[in-house]
């Protein structure tokens, strides 16, 4: 029995006393956990709190033993901290938004020259011109003037030139919908402080010629168009700078199509290439130097020439995140190799994690950093360590697949499923010829200028060999699926099915594994029942989009705007959405009127999914469609659709044409009112007050003034009014005094501008909304930041967005993971009080 107790307590002994490596595996694990809750925690914690947790935590590091993986994570989560709060201190204050400075800086990126447009990032420097925006990085546009034949002086802009210009700036904000693209995200993770146009552009001043690395790769890129005459000169250029510039949205669409993505720009596996061959070179004059063996062993110089050519390869790159990775890796095997240290795949991989994480912890926030991390991972763990070549090359593609498919179907929405045979031809033929020729081009360029012409065309002439191939798989129906967008814990559980179906021969019951893939395939896609309707009013800025969804069926109303050769929301916001929320075709597609904010997205809806009925209003010349008039009826699943204006043989008169539409069921009810006036509201209560009756009605015309009259918002009686209208648009929509008339008839009004895309149910729980920017709430999103900024200020006393309008409050998933509806004027935790409506019968 003592003997027994002897062995508990050295057992004990033992585990408390075990030692963690301050810079193993587990220690990453813990630092990238800690990063990882802060940033995905409901707020920011506050500098000094930061502060004193990183220097807790790095003490309880370096004290060791089981202690330490506790002192990581606490230190991962106050070092994002501190950089989170520096960068949003870096942000433009809401204050200033809107109002125009003369800043003067360097281009710090490759400018992007579109047809009208030219989108750059310029560091504003220590020039005395507005010294309040030192230090700041601000992504900037320059557009030409409507009706140019011929692009301006925008295209004198290059990589590395300082300039003084005049510009208009506003905090970094995006758009907030299903499937849409964190716009605030990406301007952290990229240290963006402000976003803007260029005005005046007679104004700016070039003051100093490009200079810098930004301006060497720009002069080789345009050294590749010139030389390279076959169209796949983009490629070469993406794939010798990481320059993907030229590419266009078709390129990518079939990048995406064939899993192709990683490939393009300079891959972390390109990187690993050039440090081979750079290893390979040294060793070389190693072998036929002996004599330089007495002053360096020649696998210690092999393994600097390998770090010295990643390096410079990722430097040719812009130090982009996958690349950085890489170094780093390489960084970690060459100091093992020159203290004649033993090293793992996992150990150093680790390492560089630590890096990386140390250096950007911000970088978390962007989908390479998790692509490029667990690939490695993958491969590391569940690969042997010897294996024939191919047997080897087959198995790190099963690998790869299963591996990453879970992880890219959340972060894009896509999989593709023809990507593992594609890579199968893609990453021997490109990584081994393409790229080897592109890189050997650039150094000849280097040394001699014209030098590197003739090997660039032989890359483009090689690459153009296997692009009929992808080309071919792109265009196949196995191509690409889009996924619906899944819960949060869709993802776990399907890595959970990745590694049962990894682990080694003999495991049981490994098809079981597929059914933990199932919630991310195949997630629940909140259908309504028969007899209930749902109502998605997306966030496309100043124009108007919104789905109503029956239990099979789904109705577009117009696709939001679209500027010629700018942002078009039916490419950008509409399809994704739709994507999103698992619309795979839509059975009526309604243009309001023809306005540019409202119809403008409508081809790029057409050209992408199936549209068996078109409408619009009488006169309105738009090819396939046929009228909406006033009396027309349908009913899909118990809700009823009824037209109620225009009238027939009303002529055409833009927005007072606009198609008004009535949403009806046992249920509940919806008015969508497109853009029409006070003449037609009061025409409209004249000839049909009954029918006007709704729960939810859509501001008209955006909230202007010379819409929603006090007598057509009485005749609705609604619960509920949903504006649709750009942040800050210089209409001044919606206005206030209108706004403030229908919360005095008694509704909630919700805007996207402070809401992002806003979804309704009217079912038999009643009147149920959620709102994107809540039941998403991120501690960056801007809308809420600026209404806290408001609030701090004084400028607003009552929880209210700067745009005048209500928010519902917490009970909807604001801070809830779950992001639960909440019913519209409940009582149910964080609901705003003095709102309470009875529930819809």
Known sequence: MASNQTGKARGRSAFTTMDVPAFGKATAVCFLLGICAALWAPVLLPLPICGLLAAFGIALWWRGRTVRLVGVALAG?????????????AQLPFAWEGHEFTVAGTIANLPEHDVRRTRFQLQVDGDDANPRLQGRRLQLSWYDDFGTASAGPRMQLHAGQRWRMQVRLRVPRGLSNPGGFDAERHALAQRIGATGLVRAPETARLLAPPSGLAAWRQRMATRIAAQVPSASSRYVQALALGDTRGLTDEDWQLLRATGLTHLIAISGFHVGMVAVCGAWLIGGIWRGLPWLGRYWPR???????????????????????????????????????????????????????????????????????????????????????????????????????????????????????????????????????????????????????????????????????????????????????????????????????????????????????????????????????????????????????????????????????????????????????????????????????????????????????????????????????????????????????EYLHPVADFPYLRNESSCVLKVASRFGSALLTGDVGEVIERGLVKRSRSALKADVVLLPH????????????????????????????????????????????????????????????????????????????????????????????????????????????????????????????????????????????
């Not at 989560?77 to 201190?89: D, E, P, Q, R």
């Not at 399809?575 to 597609?589: I, N, Q």
């Not at 009686?717 to 403030?740: I, Q, Y």
Request: charged residues 15%.
């Open 702 to 841: 955006h909230g202007s003034g010379n819409s929603s009259s006090p007598g057509f918002v009485k005749a609705t009686d609604a619960r509920l009014a949903l504006v649709s209208a750009g942040h800050g648009n210089r209409f001044g929509h919606p206005r206030r005094d209108v706004v403030a008339r229908w919360q005095r008839a008694g509704a909630e009004v919700l805007g996207t501008a402070g809401s992002g895309a806003v979804r309704v149910w009217l079912g038999r729980g009643g009147l149920q909304l959620r709102e994107r920017r809540i039941a998403r709430s991120r501690w960056w999103d801007a809308a809420e930041r600026a209404r806290a900024a408001a609030i701090l200020s004084g400028i607003e006393q009552t929880a209210r967005a700067p745009e005048g309008l209500e928010r519902v409050g917490t009970g909807q998933g604001r801070r809830m993971a779950d992001a639960a509806v909440v019913a519209v004027g409940g009582v149910g935790v964080g609901d705003r009080p003095g709102a309470f409506l009875e529930p819809a019968p």
């Open 77 to 89: 989560i106050g070092w994002v901290g501190l950089h989170a709060g520096w960068v949003l201190a």
């Open 299 to 641: 696998p210690q110089a092999a393994a600097a020439g390998a770090f010295i050519a990643a390096l410079v390869y990722a430097a040719v790159a812009g130090f982009a995140l996958p690349t950085v990775r890489t170094v780093l890796m390489v960084a970690v095997i060459v100091l093992a190799r020159l203290w004649r240290r033993p090293f793992d795949v996992l150990g150093s991989l680790g390492l560089a994690a630590l890096a990386v994480l140390l250096v950007d912890p911000l970088s978390v926030l962007s989908a390479g950093f998790w692509l490029s991390f667990a690939g490695v991972a993958w491969l590391a763990w569940c690969l042997p360590e010897r294996m024939h070549w191919f047997r080897g090359f087959l198995s790190a593609q099963r690998v790869a697949t299963l591996g990453l498919l879970p992880l890219s179907a959340t972060l894009f929405g896509q999989a593709s499923a023809v990507g593992p045979l594609a890579n199968l031809v893609a990453i021997p033929w490109w990584s081994l010829v393409v790229v080897p020729l592109a890189v050997l081009g650039t150094a000849l360029e280097v040394v001699w200028s014209g030098g590197g012409a003739f090997v660039w065309r032989a890359s483009a002439w090689c690459f153009d060999l296997s692009w009929p191939l992808f080309e071919s798989l792109a265009g196949s129906r196995f191509s690409l699926w889009w996924l619906p967008e899944p819960a949060w814990f869709a993802l776990p559980l399907a890595l959970l099915g990745a590694l049962w179906m990894l682990l080694p021969t003999g495991v049981p019951a490994k098809p079981l594994a597929l059914l933990l893939w199932l919630p991310l395939l195949m997630p629940w896609r909140e259908l309504p029942a028969k007899g209930e309707f749902e109502l998605v009013m997306m966030d496309v800025g100043q124009g108007l989009a919104v789905l109503v969804r029956t239990r099979y069926h789904a109705l577009l109303y117009d696709a939001g705007p679209a500027v010629r050769d700018g942002f078009d929301a039916g490419e950008r916001v509409v399809v994704p959405t739709l994507r999103a929320l698992g619309v795979e075709r839509l059975d009526r597609l309604v243009i309001s009127h023809g306005d540019h904010d409202h119809a403008g997205g409508v081809p790029a809806v057409q050209a992408t999914l199936p549209v068996n009925g078109l409408h619009a209003p009488p006169g309105l010349t738009w090819q396939g469609a046929t009228d909406c008039v006033a009396g027309e009826r349908w009913e899909w699943e118990g809700v009823r659709f």
